[in-house]
């Protein structure tokens, strides 16, 4: 699903489109009066949504530093709706253009406009870039249209925002709003809508769980209770797949696979690394157990990824992504490290960040693989085998243990959540590993 936030008459309009075009039934729409009750409206509809889509880049700013989930979009104001909105003021002044203020478009694109029309270079009063410092209250954009309009260098205001538009209406200020046009909002929910179904078709790639429960290791049983042991362990199996979307299956004896999707998998790892139950947790069958998952584009492909996953830890439930890449929710680690190559050094590490000495090991090896003086928790999520948001957590963890920092913002225009910059300092790490054992 689409989230779709702004003022009423943006998601209107925004609304509007979507329903020519037979989208509305992908929308969630939830307007706003003010713009700083952006982040509750975002927090609601992550929940549900894949995509959050707002109708201006000015709650998309205010909404950074909330920890979302969904993949965060906003229609930016262009030429077009410029030249829209002088048109219409055009059409309103018997054909005169007033001497104007243009705020929240680029400077560039604003006074490119009016020159192309043969106008006045309007007073511009655009969005900050992320390295220029935050995003004007609605109150400081409003004082700069009424300065301009009161020192006679404008005689209108042309503004993106409804609410400084509506500020200014009740002060009496000769005001109209720059509204997006059809096309600029067709391309915007048009990317939307291509990304919701990005994610809709990663989150059904096909998924399978498999279980090897070993009943006949169990020496001192007779054929009746290894018989019963194994029904035992079918009905348990059932009850796992029933409860969590998928179907049960017996490959061989013994062997059984849960299929089900990606979606769920990712949902279990999540569930695991917050402390719930979920798919990865397994049944108590009083017998050895091992299971491997796997994804893949193909439910054979996700069957021979499974299989592997079983081969990289025996203690641990282990999933294998399509790219090979493995993720068991606790910290898990790939098949080529091992309990005997952890150091009391990654002992202590993993202590004081909360994770285990096998997974502390693992993080040092991915920050030797990382630009640690400008590290993002996407790169570090990719580098470790994990999703952003635990990457994410992990910075966190760094940054309050004394060995990272945050040192700003990497943001791309008009699609995805900015990504914040931090810098992890290794050589301090490494020294934390050598340091000797404190004496007992």
């Not at 003010?34 to 609601?44: K, L």
């Not at 998309?60 to 030249?83: F, K, P, T």
């Not at 680029?106 to 390295?131: G, I, K, N, Q, Y």
């Not at 020192?151 to 709003?177: D, F, H, M, Q, Y």
Request: a negative charge; glycine letters at 8%; charged letters at 25%.
């Amino acid at each position: 699903m689409i989230g779709l936030i702004g003022p009423a008459d943006s998601v209107a309009h925004a609304l509007a489109v979507a329903t020519a075009h037979h989208w509305e039934g992908r929308i969630i729409a939830r307007p706003y009066r003010h713009a700083d009750e952006a982040a509750t409206v975002a927090r609601e509809l992550d929940q549900t949504c894949q995509v959050l889509l707002f109708t201006g880049r000015v709650p998309y700013e205010l909404i950074r530093g909330v920890e979302l989930n969904a993949e965060l979009q906003y229609i930016s104001h262009s030429g077009a709706d410029l030249y829209r909105c002088i048109a219409h003021v055009l059409l309103t002044h018997d054909g005169h253009m007033p001497t104007a203020t243009v705020d929240s478009i680029d400077r560039e694109t604003a006074e490119s406009t009016f020159e192309d029309l043969d106008l006045p270079a309007p007073a511009c009063a655009p969005l900050p870039s992320d390295s220029d410092g935050p995003i004007p209250a609605a109150d400081e954009l409003v004082q700069f249209h009424l300065d301009q309009l009161a020192s006679g260098a404008a005689e209108i205001a042309l503004t993106c925002l409804a609410e400084v538009n509506e500020r200014l209406r009740e002060k009496g200020a000769p005001v109209e709003r720059i509204v997006h046009t059809k096309a600029t909002l067709l391309d915007a929910l048009h990317r939307a809508v291509l990304a919701d179904e990005l994610h809709r078709t990663r989150s059904a790639q096909p998924a399978v769980a498999i279980f090897r429960v070993d009943v006949d290791s169990r020496g001192g049983l007779d054929v009746y209770d290894r018989e019963q042991r194994r029904l035992r362990a079918q009905s348990a199996l059932l009850h796992l797949a029933r409860k969590n979307g998928g179907r049960l299956s017996t490959l061989e004896r013994d062997l059984y696979a849960i299929t089900t999707n990606r979606g769920a998998i990712e949902m279990a790892l999540e569930r695991r690394r917050n402390g719930h139950s979920s798919l990865l947790d397994v049944p108590n069958f009083d017998a050895p157990t091992t299971v491997g998952v796997g994804i893949g584009d193909t439910y054979s492909l996700a069957e021979e990824n499974a299989r592997a996953a079983m081969r990289v830890d025996g203690d641990a439930v282990t999933v294998m992504f399509p790219d090979g890449r493995t993720d068991s929710g606790r910290g898990a680690a790939p098949a080529h490290l091992g309990a005997q190559d952890v150091t009391d050094g990654y002992v202590r590490l993993g202590e004081r960040l909360s994770i285990g000495a096998l997974a502390a090991q693992r993080l040092v090896r991915a920050l030797g693989k990382v630009d640690t003086d400008a590290l993002t928790a996407r790169e570090l999520g990719e580098a470790y085998g994990v999703q952003t948001r635990s990457a994410r957590r992990l910075l966190s963890t760094l940054i309050e243990a004394g060995f990272a920092e945050e040192i700003g913002i990497r943001a791309r225009p008009q699609a995805g959540r900015p990504q914040t910059l931090c810098r992890v300092d290794l050589r301090r790490i490494l020294e934390e590993l050598e340091q000797p054992a404190a004496s007992v």
